[in-house]
T-cell receptor, first 118, second 114 residues
């Protein structure tokens, strides 16, 4: 079974630009979560999508947005990039249990997209 | 809000010895705890989890201990091997919270010495 794939793997942008990152979940997984990882702040939850709807959101400004398509693939967008947005952006896919909760013990991460903002 | 902290940013252990990585959390409503392993160039990988109705859970060479009284959990790795070198994160979640977010600690880098 193919794992979570993220494209592109590396990206260099300049301040003020916008960027779109893509994530293809494991087949059958309908929940996609996005995380930002930096040396200073560690891993921080951005948002989660399930059935094309954002159902959970972290404490990030509105410049960070996302969407999910009917095939569960997801994209996240960052507008008006700032230097501090340089980070590894990780996508994770998982099943959602009968109670509607994300199955973190069956959540699989992709390798991430390394974004550098100059 | 919840905060999750690890006691040591790095830990060096001799190959074959046992290692213990500690984590503290602040929210007494947290009821689900996870340990992840992240190797260089890869995303985090689930290792083991534990719910608040348990205080110990064992996997293959790994054991997680939960002390709800002092809001502390630990990951024990038995007979460490070179492949155990990685960054280890604890994460917590609260099922009772409607938003059910997962909060990660900063990570402990485990070095296995030959």
């Amino acid at each position: 079974k193919a794992g979570v794939t993220q494209t592109p793997r590396y990206l260099i942008k300049t301040r003020g630009q916008q960027v779109t990152l893509s994530c293809s979940p494991i087949s059958g997984h309908r929940s996609v979560s996005w995380y930002q990882q930096t040396p200073g702040q560690g891993l921080q939850f951005l948002f989660e999508y399930f059935s094309e709807t954002q159902r959970n959101k972290g404490n990030f400004p509105g410049r960070f947005s996302g969407r999910q398509f009917s095939n569960s693939r997801s994209e996240m967008n960052v507008s008006t990039l700032e230097l501090g947005d340089s980070a590894l952006y990780l996508c994770a896919s998982s099943f959602v249990g009968l109670a509607g909760r994300t199955s973190y013990n069956e959540q699989f991460f992709g390798p991430g997209t390394r974004l550098t903002v100059l | 809000g919840e905060s999750v902290g690890l006691h040591l940013p790095t830990l060096s252990v001799q190959e074959g010895d046992n290692s213990i990585i500690n984590c503290a959390y602040s929210n007494s409503a947290s009821d689900y705890f996870i340990w992840y392993k992240q190797e260089s160039g890869k995303g985090p990988q689930f290792i083991i989890d534990i719910r608040s109705n348990m205080d110990k859970r064992q996997g293959q060479r790994v054991t997680v201990l939960l002390n709800k009284t002092v809001k502390h959990l630990s990951l024990q790795i038995a007979a460490t091997q070179p492949g155990d070198s990685a960054v280890y994160f604890c994460a917590v979640s609260a099922a009772r919270n409607r938003d059910d977010k997962i909060i990660f600690g900063k990570g402990t880098r485990l070095h296995i010495l030959p």
